[in-house]
């Protein structure tokens, strides 16, 4: 019934209602109410279900939405979480060329730290990785990565990649969340020297746990120059 033709012919009965709610809508500040389903019934003289049907194809493309009790409304943007980027990635997107050398890799044993954010005992072996990351030739990170050995057989004899992130896609395990977490400090003696500044010059620290499922592959923890350096965090509330 509701896939006759209107008496105008433009098209079914539901996808005329659709389009002229979304034309109507169009441009609407989000949170701006649509037009209820009761005037569109008297408007279009069809069953409330076409109206519904209408109405719900709109809901599920993230143009309206419901709230129960009040009505249909033109609903907020759809955030999407910010994709788990890595340095190398950071940097191109900010036009500069990233650039790395490795000062450690080898196999470790995890001390109480470490294991404990790897979720491995004390002792087990870890693969340590640090560079000195930097953006057009200019010192910007110094990074120590602590890699689950058991995930990642032969990694260290495969020679060390440009991109961790895109060494872990290869092997299925680049992290599809992560628990970040930064803090304010002023740089040792010997982040300051590999960092090019001053020592006691502030610095900010950004750990980081990346995970796949529920397994946690890596862990880094990362010194960057404040001055070179800025961590651009994307937030919003969906509160009323």
């Not at 939405?65 to 980027?85: D, K, L, M, N």
């Not at 995890?110 to 954010?117: I, L, S, T």
């Not at 950004?206 to 946690?216: A, C, F, N, T």
């Amino acid at each position: 019934m509701d896939d006759v033709l209107l008496r105008d012919g433009r098209g079914l009965k539901h996808v005329v209602v659709r389009e002229y709610v979304r034309e109507l809508v169009a441009g609407s500040a989000p949170g701006s109410p649509a037009p209820s389903e009761r005037e569109l019934v008297t408007q279009f003289g069809v069953a409330r279900m076409t109206v519904r049907q209408a109405l719900d194809a709109l809901v599920a493309e993230g143009l309206l939405e419901r709230i129960p009790g009040r009505g249909t409304f033109v609903a907020r943007p759809r955030r999407e979480p910010t994709r788990i980027t890595g340095f190398t990635e950071e940097m191109s997107r900010r036009g500069l060329l990233a650039e790395s050398q490795t000062l450690v890799a080898r196999r470790e044993q995890a001390g109480p730290g470490v294991a404990r954010a790897l979720n491995l005992t004390e002792g087990d072996a870890v693969i340590h990785w640090r560079r000195l990351r930097r953006g057009d030739a200019v010192p910007v990170c110094l990074e120590d990565n602590y890699l689950n050995e058991i995930l990642l057989p032969g990694f260290l004899q495969s020679g060390m990649p440009t991109s961790l992130y895109d060494a872990l896609s290869a092997r299925g395990l680049r992290p599809t969340w992560a628990e970040d977490s930064i803090s304010a400090d002023v740089a040792t003696a010997e982040e300051a020297d590999l960092l090019e500044i001053e020592p006691a010059t502030v610095v900010l620290r950004h750990s980081r746990r990346g995970m796949v499922g529920d397994k946690i592959v890596n862990v880094s923890r990362s010194v960057y120059r404040a001055d070179r350096f800025t961590l651009w965090l994307q937030l919003g509330d969906d509160a009323d």
